[in-house]
């Protein structure tokens, strides 16, 4: 046994010695992974922690919430466009979908109530989304000039509807069923995060439970494959650009709601700040990659550092888009490096 | 060089399309140039004529470098903000001379296009979010650098870049015309433009051909940063003020049209520069119709998405069939 000792010796040393590096690179490739994927999350908790002991007022209930309140909109409007971007499409329309759904939630609230108030906005929004759907999934026209096409009819027929913006739409203030769906909270929380957070949980449900989530992600993996396969491609995408439009139409009369009236000016360039957020959440623009709750994580991510900036105080909007720009560079910058390390 | 696909089914109908896809944009032009001699009371006078150009310049000269970028592939979001920038910082040195400002203003404008440019070629970030991060930025970068105030230009020579002519052509339309040209040249009669149309048509292959990506996919993105600085320092002489908030909102995306209407599909590969003259021009002339005809701003946007969107539909490669 004795002479075995030294034999088997080197046996079993060479085996950790070679397994040491590959288990490293693997730990390494998830470490990277994670990042990645939940990079968001790790900023916005550092971010969270270093502005929460630097301010008495950031970490403060009041303060997080009116934060949450306000980046509700975003975030449903950006639910939507992870679900574009993940098949390999881009939706540039949801910012102006968005103003105009608010106009008319107002109008529809004046005219016929709260049914109004809601059904209106949801059709026109929803048709939108539909015909950009069946110009991208049908007639197979590039989603960039389809919903830019989008952005400047919904713009436009905002503004004919506004009389060139000079109108304003007041929200009754007799509709208060439509009023608190905005203002109103439950337990503290307002109404819009609660529904942006319930649509959340039903987004990823949807795309990591369903047959129809994993379409989307086989469609922006490869369009061609996904065809081959027999998966319904035009369908699939004129189902989302329909999504897409009805939730940005849905967070506009949120809005309405919330501020109780149609806002014309608002929105514009919005649909490239959801863009950030679903990007920043770790979803590839190339499609086929991308969680609903990195982007709930990105959209979060955005207005925590414009509120840590207003609490520095002494920048103005200019400088927070100077500061917003260069973090997103840094942010892409990251997972682009990460993610080809992860490939090699 | 596009119809050679063409399916032998109907080799007929295929060609008709073919034609309309290549030459569509002139069509469109010729057609709505002759409702406008109906329509349109004093169309065909010179003045009018000179205001339509003049007021092209700005999107044509960004579109001749976005037709660059397209055709390898690409897009150049940040545009816009860099004719903000250009406009905010044109007045800081006018104490020095107006040829050092427009220098200052071409060195920012390549500065923006090396950054983006750099981050798509040797970082890998796809185009649309490397330039978005300019577009997002650069406007307020814009704005700080311009104190957030609007700034008469007082500088002689600006005044007259913005506003003379010569032989009744204003110098701005002039110079866009130069700029077309020359990137027409470029495009067609120099080994880079060739490189460009490789790369937008098969990146890999075109690695290994051992054509030179990265610097071609950079200098590609550099003029397009230097052209939109041109943009802008021909904009802002014209109005004879710096306006770094309102100056060259949304043009990336009258360019992005005016190159895609013209021909130069977004996916890459071909660059059509004629073409892109003629969809500027189209864009141009479409709200130019309505407006003159007592049409309302908002409809004629509306009606300016509707043939944006029938252009393309009309002009999208057939490989629906595939």
Avoid at chain 1, 324 to 334: E, I, K, P, Y
Avoid at chain 2, 73 to 83: E, N, Q, R, T, Y
Avoid at chain 2, 131 to 152: E, F, H, P, S, Y
């Amino acid at each position: 046994m004795t002479p075995e000792g030294p034999l088997a010796g080197p046996g079993i040393k060479t085996a950790p010695a070679t397994a040491p590096p590959a288990e490293a690179a693997r730990r390494g490739e998830q470490a990277a992974r994670i990042v990645q994927r939940h990079g968001a999350l790790i900023v916005l908790a550092v971010l969270l922690a270093v502005g929460g002991a630097t301010f008495d007022t950031f970490l403060t209930a009041y303060n997080l919430g009116n934060l949450a309140v306000q980046a509700s909109f975003l975030a449903v409007i950006a639910l939507g466009m992870t679900m574009v971007i993940i098949t390999g499409g881009i939706d540039l329309s949801v910012g102006s979908v968005y103003a105009l759904s608010g106009v008319l939630a107002a109008y529809g609230a004046r005219e016929w109530g709260l049914a109004g108030a809601l059904l209106l906005p949801l059709a026109v929004s929803g048709a939108i989304g539909l015909a950009q759907g069946l110009l991208v999934g049908k007639a197979k026209m590039a989603p960039f000039i389809v919903t830019l096409g989008g952005l400047l009819f919904a713009r436009g027929l905002l503004q004919f509807l506004t009389e060139e913006g000079s109108q304003t739409y007041l929200v009754p203030q007799t509709e208060t069923a439509f009023l608190e769906l905005g203002q109103g909270r439950l337990f503290g929380i307002g109404f819009p995060v609660l529904i942006a957070l319930a649509l959340f949980l039903i987004g990823g449900l949807v795309l990591q439970r369903t047959r129809f989530g994993m379409r989307l992600f086989a469609i922006g993996g490869s369009e061609d494959a996904s065809s081959l396969m027999g998966l319904p491609v035009a369908r699939t995408k004129v189902s989302v650009y329909v999504i897409s439009g009805l939730l940005a139409g849905l967070a506009g009369t949120l809005n309405a709601a919330q501020l109780g009236s149609g806002v014309t000016v608002i929105g514009v360039g919005l649909e490239l700040e959801a863009i950030a957020a679903v990007v920043i959440g770790g979803t590839l623009l190339t499609g086929g990659v991308g969680s609903v709750s990195g982007t709930l994580a990105g959209v979060a991510l955005l207005y925590v550092i414009r509120d840590v900036i207003n609490q520095v105080g002494g920048f103005d909007s200019s400088m927070q888009a100077v500061v917003n720009g260069a973090f997103l560079v840094v942010v892409v910058v990251m997972q682009t490096l990460l993610s080809r390390a992860r490939r090699r | 060089m596009t119809t050679a696909t063409a399916p032998a089914a109907a080799p007929g109908r295929a060609r008709a399309l073919g034609l309309v896809r290549d030459y569509g944009v002139y069509f469109a032009l010729a057609l709505l140039f002759l409702v406008n001699l109906v329509v349109t009371d004093n169309f065909l006078t010179a003045d009018n004529l000179r205001t339509q150009a003049v007021q092209m310049v700005p999107t044509l000269v960004v579109a001749l470098g976005m037709a660059l970028v397209i055709g390898t592939k690409g897009v150049d979001l940040s545009v816009g903000s860099v004719m903000a920038i250009t406009s905010a910082l044109l007045p800081l040195y006018l104490g020095y001379g107006a040829g050092l400002s427009v220098g200052v203003c071409l060195l920012a404008g390549a500065a923006a296009g090396l950054l983006s440019g750099y981050l798509v070629a040797f970082v890998g970030v796809q185009p649309i979010v490397a330039t978005l991060a300019l577009l997002v930025g650069g406007r307020g970068l814009a704005l700080v650098l311009a104190g957030g105030q609007l700034k008469d230009i007082r500088n002689p020579q600006l005044r007259e870049l913005g506003a003379g002519s010569v032989l009744g052509i204003p110098y701005t339309v002039l110079i866009a015309a130069v700029l077309a040209v020359l990137v027409g040249l470029l495009v067609s009669r120099t080994t880079f433009g060739r490189q460009v149309v490789a790369i937008g048509g098969n990146p890999r292959a075109a690695q290994f051909a051992g054509l030179p990506v990265k610097r071609v996919l950079v200098t590609v993105y550099v003029v397009s940063g230097m052209l939109a600085a041109i943009a802008g320092v021909l904009a802002t002489a014209r109005l004879s003020a710096s306006d770094p908030s309102r100056l060259g909102e949304l043009i990336e995306l009258a360019a992005i049209t005016a190159v895609v209407v013209g021909g130069t599909p977004l996916t890459g590969g071909r660059v059509r520069i004629l073409g892109t003259v003629a969809g500027a021009a189209l864009m141009q002339l479409i709200v130019a119709t309505l407006i003159k005809n007592d049409v309302p701003a908002s409809l004629a946007q509306m009606a300016q998405a509707l043939i944006i969107a029938a252009a393309v539909l009309v002009q999208r490669e057939g490989n629906g069939s595939r």
